[in-house]
């Protein structure tokens, strides 16, 4: 099997990727640029955007785990009037989709985002970040909240026909009651997931590493949570799944394939390889011409559960 | 900007805290300048995970090498000193934005704490290559870290030493020597890197003799290609207070821009 027979387009709803392989949002951006070809990407997913400008966080926003990182950038964001004039006409150039996040204080307000993105006809599908503090609620994350994820994917579902991704929050007991509520509100895919709320303390200074003290942890830390996440919300919904935690490697996001993914998102690993994305492509290719797998979806939940000594002598 | 597998020709313990590396950069097609600088994979493995920056502490462009003087500080660090020469280090850049050095300035004024002279010697280096006499403070904790004082010498620099040591090093003691400087020497700009005290005594004495500053600013950062936001610093401009990327806007800006 030669790599140009692979068949590696896969789809979220109505919405087909050229490939599995995209960045985690907040992970990627136009200076990247210089480092990678976007076209060989699945998509492009800039930075969240809120309604208004945004300072971000105090610093130091990120500090280093084992094997891990912590962030609290507080999404620094230019506000929706600068995405809609700057970052949505910037990505014209580029043939892969464009997949706006969005993140909002209130379910109204990711409502009116999303009417306004979605009405730009460069962008092919939001993701909505519901892992943002719900401030019309009790200020815990839209995402820990089955109702509040149903409702809010319902409002949002009233205004765009374009296909609608939640990215849900990893900080809940049940992923699996989250990822329905978020199918009965009217999803097309589900995120699995994002940063695990995290905490690591200076012991000299008995102040924690990052300013905002409490961060999210990202990187190959994570990816054993999120692989049974993936694995769990696959069993009880019919929707695409993007993997999103701890992907370095094509085997790693092989191994999220293998546990529902449909597609995988890459954020830590560019930080470490610039060209990481490219590189998970690659591997997963050799991959499928070392198992003569033609088509990506085949392999999509596809892990073998039974007794390891199974068919063994 | 891009990853390059350098080979370490040479990594030495150069004090108590510091070390010194010296690395192939003939694959490197980018012109690199004092100010800027590379994010290293401090090993192959997993942990550490993140890159760490490092400034240009000298660039031999005839030999095509690149040197880093790095301070131990953390596991990223520690693993660093376990290179070995002939092995490779994984080096992306050159990043950001470089000092600038004018053509009709004679005399310029640095000013470093600690492994903030590693970044100011790469500016010595350029000053000496352009005929501008260099004028240099440094302070650190005792003198065993005061390490890149020959090679600044060997630029032509005069170098002053203040340390916590001594007890030269506070603001006050480094005020009195630095208003002696700007009363005796016809300096045109100054330079700072490493302490955030010393550059807002700079940042005032700078307003006060009216003389263009530029900071060489350090913060943790995540991908170093301005794309996480991880790395940012305050400034004014316009009369505004703006929130920007060190890794992209800087890590060079001018002195008076920056909220300290």
Redesign the interface.
Known sequence: MMADELNLQVNIGSLTLPCPIMPAS????E??E??IDFNRLGAVVP?SITKHPR??NA??????T????I?S?GI?SKGIEYYMEHVIPYYRRYQVPLISSISAESIEEFAEMSAIIAGAKEVAALELNISCPNLKGNGAAFGMDAQATRDLIREVRQVTKKPLIAKLTPNVTSIQEIALAAEEGGADGLNVANTILAMAIDIHSRKPRIGNVLGGLS??AVKPIIVRMIYQVHQVTSLPIIGCGGV?NGEDALEMILAGATAVQVG?A??????AMLDILEEIKQYMMQYGIADIQSLVGQVVTGKHNEGES | ???IPMKVTANQQVSERYWHMKVDASELDAEVSPGQFFQL?CGHD??????RPFSIYRINRRERTLEFLYLVKG??TKRLTQMKAGEYV?V?GPLGTPFVLQDEWKTILLLARGVGIATLAALAQDAAEKGVQAVAILSARSRNDLLAAETLQGFGAKVLYVTDEEGTSDVSAVRRLLEGLLREDPIQAAFTCGSKRLSKLLQELAATHGIPAQIALE???????????????DVREGGQLK?VRVC?EGPVFPLEKVVL
Do not use: W, Y
């Not at chain 2, 950062?221 to 794309?227: D, K, P, Q, R, T």
């Open positions: 907040g992970a990627f951006g200076d990247m210089a480092i930075k300072k971000g610093t130091p926003r990120v500090c280093e084992p094997s891990g990182m962030n950038i620094q990187g190959p370095m830590t560019s930080f470490v390889q610039p060209t | 900007m891009k990853s994979r997993l942990n550490p995970l993140l890159r596991a990223g994984d992306f913060e943790h950062m995540g991908c170093a290609m301005g794309v996480c936001f991880a790395c940012v610093c929130t992209k």
